[in-house]
């Protein structure tokens, strides 16, 4: 396979270019300069990128991912997450490609407790949600041939993201405070690489690949709040044997109404996988497995607090 692939410097895309390399030649434009156009903001730079690259498959991995700064900024997070994507979808169906495209959790309200199905209805509380939202509808209506996945919580050993910032935060602090009233599963960035990869795979050995083509939510199995990721973090961190200043007995919850920020953050982010378990025949590992090998992974970064 010849695959575009969009964000490949980004926590998805770094793992990525791992795991799709094992299915051909990946081709990763810079998001500026160079001969191909890697910006999502150049609509029409993106779609003379994908024809010039003819490619099976292009892998959309970059978004506008600042939540609270989306409010003041919805023109720049809809550039990104929603026109982008239907300049993608438009030259992908074109050239008859795929077009793999990564989504979120805020899509929907956050109400309740049960995890949330493909076929709920979405209800974005802010910004960022609403140009998500948009993007997957662009993909899903632009290009018959798309895989959308909706995802939460993601994470790795590489960029900025939750567990790299208690791991820091408890390096300085004796105390920590965590939210600990919204749930959903932490999904290492790795995890959704490898989905992808097989995803891919799969559509290009089938006998009837239009099939597989849809929404599915991706995400480990089990669901936990920020408060006990946290903790476990802590407690990984220590037994790899950093030197905390911070216990996990000392990182301590609290309701989002203690911590506001400009964005609302849905409750509830919980995401029911089974559709992308049956329709790929996967079994997905429990969210503490990636959390305990990112920590080791940033353990062995910080080798003067050992």
């Known amino acids: 396979m010849k695959i575009l692939l969009f964000g490949g410097d980004g926590q998805v895309g770094w793992q990525l270019r791992r795991s799709l390399s094992l299915l051909g030649e990946v081709v990763a434009p810079a998001k500026a300069g ?16 994908v024809d010039a690259v003819a490619p099976d498959a292009v892998v ?72 998500k939202l948009a993007g997957d509808q662009a993909v899903q209506h632009g290009n018959p041939r798309h895989l959308v996945f909706r995802t939460s919580w993601v994470f790795d050993s590489w960029g900025n993201n939750f567990a790299r910032s208690i791991l820091k935060a408890a390096m300085a602090r004796d105390e920590l405070t965590v939210v600990a009233d919204q749930w959903g599963a932490p999904t290492r960035a790795a995890l959704l690489a490898d989905v992808t990869a097989h995803a891919l795979r799969t559509v290009r050995s089938a006998g009837e690949p239009q099939a597989f083509a849809g929404l599915y939510h991706v995400a480990p199995t089990g669901f936990t709040n920020w408060h006990e990721y946290a903790q476990l973090v802590v407690r990984e961190a220590r037994a790899q044997g950093l030197a905390l200043r911070c216990t996990p007995e000392n990182v301590r919850p609290i309701p989002s109404s ?49």
């Open 258 to 306: 203690a911590y506001p920020v400009r964005a609302t953050r849905p409750k509830n982010s919980r995401l029911d996988t089974e559709r992308l378990r049956e329709t790929f025949q996967l079994a997905l590992p429990p969210w503490q497995d990636g959390v305990r090998a990112v920590v080791a992974e940033l353990a062995r970064q910080f080798p003067a607090t050992a």
């Open 60 to 131: 959309n991995a970059a978004a506008y991912t600042a939540v609270d700064k989306a409010e003041d900024d919805e023109a720049g997070a809809f550039a990104v997450n929603a026109h982008a994507c239907e300049a993608l979808a438009a030259a992908s169906a074109r050239n008859g490609a795929w077009l793999v495209h990564f989504s979120s959790d805020y899509v929907y309200d956050g109400q309740g407790e049960r995890p949330w199905r493909e076929s709920d209805a979405t209800g974005p509380l802010g910004a960022y949600g609403r140009s």
């Open 34 to 49: 160079g001969a191909l156009c890697g910006d999502l903001r150049d609509a029409r730079g993106l779609q003379a990128t």
